[in-house]
């Protein structure tokens, strides 16, 4: 065993991230009372560094500075070190990162670093920090000297009111609730901007960096089922399209990158996050059920398949993400010299691989060579004269070939604590695509993952956030229940029985009684932790949607399956809130536009199958709701000598089987319509309820 010389705290943590910095000469505390309390018996300002345990710039602030015992002796003499993981605390990172918006001038991002006084209020914000200041960039010797002569100085009482009326500014306008629906009309002008956004050639949304985020096609394919506008299908299947052949796709093992550094999606930032691969595999999912082009079902299985290989704990739930470096380089492992690939696949063999593939002796990237692909297979193959089909099986074995050879190479760092909210995203899609593609593999994972999730982090009527290692940590916010309720109805909805609607409803109770504003919104947190300054709303989409937006869909979901006013009343006053938000700034809020549509969709439908004790019809009946495209079905199973069903859902005790017969009622605003038991008739009225 390797003796390190120095040792802190974070030893005693379980965050990848916080371990990783264990070993610094940095005296670093975890978010806590400890930290708080020291910081105001010694009088220090706390200096709070928050990232993730796989951000590359995260990894060089620490290299260069945090593991430098020069730096490391003048950060301990002038501050409370506090390190915070983003992914366990994310109303922490939330929190100062907005505030770090309003003192910055540049972009925020990671590592974000933030300096606070002892009462938690911040004076002072940057992201990456060099040892000494150069090319532009405050260097921590020059801040730490700054900071100490303000904290000792004339101008430390400024400072002090400066840093509590930030705070009370932003309570201030922490809003809550709305008076007014919003119109219909904001669908279609959501749609519009997005259309002013978008970038027709290579996809997504104009500029770089750019993100593929996945919810905004979602909305479009949304929007393509209630209105006569092309543009939306153009524009979402040049998006999925554009990035799949991008190098931000791992051709070989499956799975989207974080973002690319260019506009055509080819130069990723090589991390691969989970929430970004539960979207995206559900953005190609419906886009498969809308075009039924199987290019698109393939890529939904690659990305699951990935995540089950490589991103899964044995007993079910979904690590959080893959490095972008390895063998101290970014990208190393997904990269490739055009020399490997012709000694791995022969010199003539390759030739093609490499044409296609774009790979060449110079590389694309620091002389190495990121895999994509400029034209399409059918494409590519016309101009060989040659058929698609053989051609893309030969890909498909000399993609198989360099997979098992990168195996052999050192793999990133994988970050596997396990997420409750992002657990939700993934077992969601999931489980929606076992039931579209009638895939077992799919639903049962999602299943354990549930189940292991409601073992390890539902505890005593509460969510908890994270599990490692054994351990489950931090109560859960909106995000971790809005998400997992999300999950729990398509488990139930896809027929995996009533025990996921109940735990759904009680995850909702929680959310009633503990999160949400009287007449409004729902915080991201509960209110119970002292230590958070101010407690907020969040309504705008990030990289994740936005937990109210979600858990409006949630609640619009339930009123369907059960009837129960309640939950339309919570559901409308979200979208009050949130009304002035989207009027300002459409794109921002496509989750709420979603909303909108299922909210004003009159022809949405609750289908009740009522099986008998032969279950007929069931799996067809599966397949029947989920090959087609249906993005406002409510559908309740009720099982034979099903009592807790009939308890949670008390409308459907006088819908019952014909003459013992599986039996169909399709209910439209409040009323059902006669029962069908012959299988033709069933395929009939449902398919009339399709979207597209």
């Given at each position: 065993m390797v003796e390190r010389p120095y040792t802190n705290r974070l030893i005693h943590q379980k965050s990848p991230y916080l371990l990783q910095h264990a070993h610094n000469p940095v005296d670093w505390y975890p978010w806590g009372p400890e930290a708080f309390q020291a910081a105001r018996d010694q009088d220090k300002p706390i200096f709070l560094s928050i990232g993730y345990a796989t951000c590359h710039w995260c990894h060089v602030m620490e290299k260069e500075s945090f593991e430098d015992p020069s730096v490391a002796d003048r950060m301990n003499h002038a501050f409370i070190n506090i390190k915070v993981d983003r992914e366990e605390l994310p109303e922490i990172d939330s929190l100062y990162m907005e505030f770090a918006q309003s003192m910055m001038a540049g972009a925020a991002g990671w590592p974000l670093n933030v300096i606070l006084t002892p009462e938690l209020q911040p004076f002072f914000a940057a992201t990456y920090l060099p040892p000494r200041s150069s090319h532009g960039l405050t260097g921590l010797f020059e801040l730490i000297e700054r900071i100490?002569?303000?904290?000792?100085?004339?101008?430390?009482?400024?400072?002090?009111?400066?840093?509590e009326r930030i705070v009370e500014i932003f309570a201030e306008n922490v809003h809550e609730s709305g008076d007014e629906l919003p119109f219909k009309?904001?669908?279609?002008?959501?749609?519009?901007?997005?259309?002013?956004?978008?970038?027709p050639t290579h996809g997504g949304i104009k500029g770089m960096p750019k993100f593929p985020i996945g919810y905004q096609w979602n909305f479009l394919l949304h929007y393509a089922s209630m209105a006569d506008d092309s543009r939306s299908l153009f524009l979402t299947e040049r998006t999925l399209d554009m990035m799949h052949r991008g190098g931000i796709y791992d051709h070989l093992g499956?799975?989207?990158?974080?973002?690319?550094?260019?506009?055509?999606?080819?130069v990723p930032h090589f991390e691969k996050m989970l929430y970004d691969n539960a979207l995206l595999a559900n953005s190609y999912l419906e886009a498969w059920q809308v075009t039924q082009r199987p290019f698109y079902k393939t890529v939904c299985e690659e990305v699951l398949n990935y995540v089950l290989r490589d991103m899964t704990h044995p007993d079910g739930g979904f690590y959080s993400a893959e490095d972008a470096d390895s063998e101290g380089h970014e990208g190393y492992f997904y990269t490739w010299s055009a020399e490997e690939i012709h000694n791995i696949l022969g010199n003539e063999e390759s030739k093609l691989f490499c044409e296609f593939y774009s790979v060449t002796p110079q590389g694309n990237f620091e002389g190495r060579n990121i895999l994509h692909t400029p034209r399409r297979l059918e494409e590519f193959a016309s101009l060989k004269g040659m058929d698609a089909q053989e051609l893309g099986s030969l890909f498909t074995l000399q993609k198989q070939i360099l997979w098992k050879?990168?195996?052999?190479?050192?793999?990133?760092?994988k970050d596997d604590k396990i997420l409750c909210s992002w657990n939700g995203l993934m077992i969601y899609s999931m489980a929606e695509a076992g039931a579209a593609f009638d895939d077992d593999t799919y639903l049962k994972a999602a299943v354990k993952a549930a189940r292991f999730i409601r073992e390890n982090l539902w505890h005593e009527g509460h969510l908890l956030r994270r599990w490692r290692d054994g351990e489950g940590m931090y109560p859960g916010g909106l995000d971790e229940y809005a998400f997992l309720i999300r999950a729990a109805l398509s488990l139930f909805e896809i027929g995996q029985g009533t025990e996921w609607l109940e735990w759904a409803l009680e995850m909702t109770d929680v959310l009633s009684d503990q999160f949400k504003v009287e007449n409004g919104a729902f915080y991201q947190t509960d209110g119970t932790d002292t230590n958070i300054i101010l407690r907020k709303i969040h309504f705008a989409?990030?990289?994740?949607?936005?937990?109210?937006?979600?858990?409006c869909e949630n609640l619009l979901r339930l009123y369907q399956i059960t009837s129960d006013q309640r939950y339309l009343n919570q559901a409308e006053d979200i979208l009050k809130a949130v009304r002035?938000?989207?009027?300002?700034?459409?794109?921002?809020?496509?989750?709420?536009a979603m909303n909108l549509i299922r909210y004003y969709d009159s022809d949405a439908v609750t289908t009740i199958v009522v099986l008998n004790e032969a279950q007929q019809y069931s799996d067809e009946l599966r397949k029947l709701f989920y090959h087609a495209y249906f993005p406002h079905r409510a559908i309740v199973?009720?099982?034979?000598h099903d009592e807790r069903l009939e308890q949670l859902i008390p409308f459907i005790e006088n819908q019952k089987t014909i003459d013992?017969?599986?039996?169909?009622y399709i209910c439209h605003q409040g009323a059902c319509q006669k029962p069908i038991t012959e299988f033709s008739e069933m395929i009939t009225a449902v398919h009339k309820y399709a979207a597209l």
């Open positions: 100490g002569e303000v904290w000792k100085g004339d101008e430390r009482e400024r400072i002090m009111e400066q840093a009309e904001q669908i279609e002008d959501t749609a519009l901007t997005l259309f002013k956004l978008a970038d499956g799975g989207f990158s974080r973002y690319s550094v260019d506009d055509a999606w080819l050879s990168r195996e052999r190479r050192q793999h990133p760092l989409d990030g990289a994740e949607p936005s937990g109210n937006a979600i858990h002035y938000l989207m009027e300002n700034y459409p794109p921002g809020y496509c989750f709420h199973w009720s099982y034979p013992g017969k599986t039996t169909l």
